[in-house]
């Protein structure tokens, strides 16, 4: 006859201990119950009202969600520190949550394990995605790095973690230089501040929107980007840039104004990145020779 949990379920695991003070009754429609064990977890059924207990796959909250989430240098170095008011982390997508409370830790991308890289260097002007981890067990808590050479997932996905921690969450992904060191950044929230980079350069008009590749200043992982646009020509002109989303001209920036001969113009944007590290152009010029930039200074995850 099975025995199953004050939910009426078969015991998951860890209802029951070494030592413990147990206690089971008989029910003629599902059999023996354990009513609880003393010193161990106890099974529940969901709750479904304000006052009952919940059962833990039932408490609130999204992996990597963070309040208060920051984190900066103000030269490259391989260590960074991360510190926030509470993170979520999970054992998977839709699994067991634990909130990490007061989180103030470091990362050494010079080491590898809890505190550094999951596995290998840091990549060489790549970049590289933070995760938090936590140990249930002891209680535990790391931040952990991973190259970030390919899109990386919301709960870490490798084959390094450290032993005991099952709970994870990437709460950023940042660029490292040529020594695999961070660089400058500075992260609120899911939005990271970098130095400026420039990810288009045109001197030709051309109204049909061409793909321009963002990766010298993204990772796979960003949402969006924030930076300028600038155009200019050496003749008295009207001159018009267009950033957008998708070739689609969804989520259309665009910056366009009479300019004088040597003169141009400029203004700020913020586009949604649809397809990974891509976004698209188009430009205008009606006299001289143009020139045309677009440039990001920050993202997001």
């Known amino acids: 006859m099975n025995l199953v949990g004050g939910a009426h379920v078969l015991l998951q695991g860890g209802e029951l201990i070494a030592n413990g003070d147990a206690w089971a009754q008989w029910n003629s429609t599902v059999g023996y119950v354990l009513l609880f064990c003393t010193g161990a977890a106890e099974q529940v059924a969901p709750a479904t009202k304000s006052l009952h207990a919940v059962q833990f796959g039932q408490v609130s909250g999204v992996a990597g969600q963070a309040s208060n989430l920051k984190a900066s240098i103000t030269s490259a170095q391989a260590t960074a520190t991360f510190t926030a008011d509470e993170i979520i982390v999970e054992t ?6 634990y909130c990490l409370s007061n989180f103030n830790l470091s990362i050494n991308l010079a080491t590898t394990g809890a505190g550094g890289m999951d596995t290998g260097s840091a990549p060489l002007n790549g970049f590289v995605a933070i ?9 535990a808590t790391a931040l952990l790095a991973v190259n970030a050479s390919s899109a990386t997932p ?8 450290p032993a ?3 709970a994870s969450a990437r709460i950023g992904v940042l660029p490292t230089n040529g020594s695999g060191q961070f660089k400058v950044f500075s992260q609120v929230g899911r939005s990271i501040s970098i130095a400026s980079v420039q990810v288009f350069s045109g001197s030709s008009g051309g109204l049909v929107l061409l793909p321009i590749p963002l990766s010298s200043a993204v990772p796979l992982d960003a949402i969006s980007a924030t930076g300028s646009l600038t155009a200019s020509s050496t003749s008295s002109s009207n001159c018009g840039l267009t950033l957008s989303s998708t070739s689609a001209s969804l989520g259309s920036q665009s910056l366009s104004g009479a300019v004088a001969a040597g003169g141009g113009i400029g203004s700020n944007y913020l586009i949604d990145i649809d397809v990974p590290q891509t976004a698209y152009v188009s430009t205008t010029n009606t006299a001289g020779a143009p020139t045309y930039t677009a440039s990001i200074v920050r993202y997001s995850i």
């Open 154 to 161: 919301t709960i870490y996905g490798g084959l390094n973690m």
């Open 92 to 97: 998977a997508l839709g699994g067991l949550r």
């Open 131 to 139: 995760y938090a981890i936590y140990n249930p067990v002891t209680t």
């Open 164 to 166: 005991g921690y099952t």
